[in-house]
Nanobody, 117 residues
Framework: VRLVESGGGLVQPGGSLELSCAAS????????MKWYRQTPGEERNLVAI????????TYADSVKGRFTISRDNAKNMLYLQMHRLKPEDTAVYYC???????????WGQGTQVTVSS
């Protein structure tokens, strides 16, 4: 199982970014997926969830209406579009398989998003 996040960077408040997660080593299309984020000294917090066939999405209240989770099962890719970014969105963002199996226990390296003027 391998999950590789990318697309982070420095953006001004009000700006946009799109994060990507390349998945390999498992049948991506069979699993729901999640995005988490983490700031220094805090636990990872759930940002968004998408079902395996994209018919259901759920968002944390803090990002609802600004972030959109999506996926491309043909490419084994997960995405997070982020708009109207705020300084409090600054964090390392991680993708995660929506499963309690130990096969999916490890975390990727994440991608840093910094929102600052």
């Amino acid at each position: 199982v391998r999950l590789v996040e990318s697309g982070g960077g420095l953006v001004q408040p009000g700006g946009s970014l799109e994060l990507s997660c390349a998945a390999s080593g498992f049948l991506f299309r069979l699993y729901g997926m999640k995005w988490y984020r983490q700031t220094p000294g805090e636990e990872r917090n759930l940002v968004a969830i998408i079902s395996r066939d994209s018919d259901s999405t759920t968002y944390a209240d803090s990002v609802k209406g600004r972030f959109t989770i999506s996926r491309d099962n043909a490419k084994n890719m997960l995405y997070l579009q982020m708009h109207r970014l705020k300084p409090e969105d600054t964090a390392v963002y991680y993708c995660r398989v929506n499963s309690s199996s130990s096969a999916f226990a490890s975390w990727g390296q994440g991608t840093q998003v910094t929102v600052s003027s």
